[in-house]
């Protein structure tokens, strides 16, 4: 059974997020003087094709801990959805 894996990865809290910045300084100038801070991150989705829910959940957890973030800088988290062919 396949399983789509939604993973999001962002800036730790403690890293300054530049583009962020940027996006909030912007916003400010178009007179969106409500809208608060902003973090930009990424979002990826990977099918894996896995039988056990388990197996896939491990696999999509060691892609994002292995390729899609860095453990230094970023935090991710991930949702993972079966696939109804």
Known sequence: MPYIAKINVTLRQSIL??????VDHALKNLGY?????????KY???TI????????????NEIAQ?????????NYSLELEEINS
């Open 17 to 22: 997020d530049v583009q962020g910045k940027a």
């Open 44 to 46: 990826i989705e990977v």
């Open 33 to 41: 003087r409500s809208a608060g801070s902003t973090r930009i991150g």
């Open 66 to 74: 292995k390729l899609l973030s860095n453990p230094v800088m970023e």
């Open 49 to 60: 094709n896995e039988e056990q829910r388990s197996e896939a959940e491990r696999i999509a």
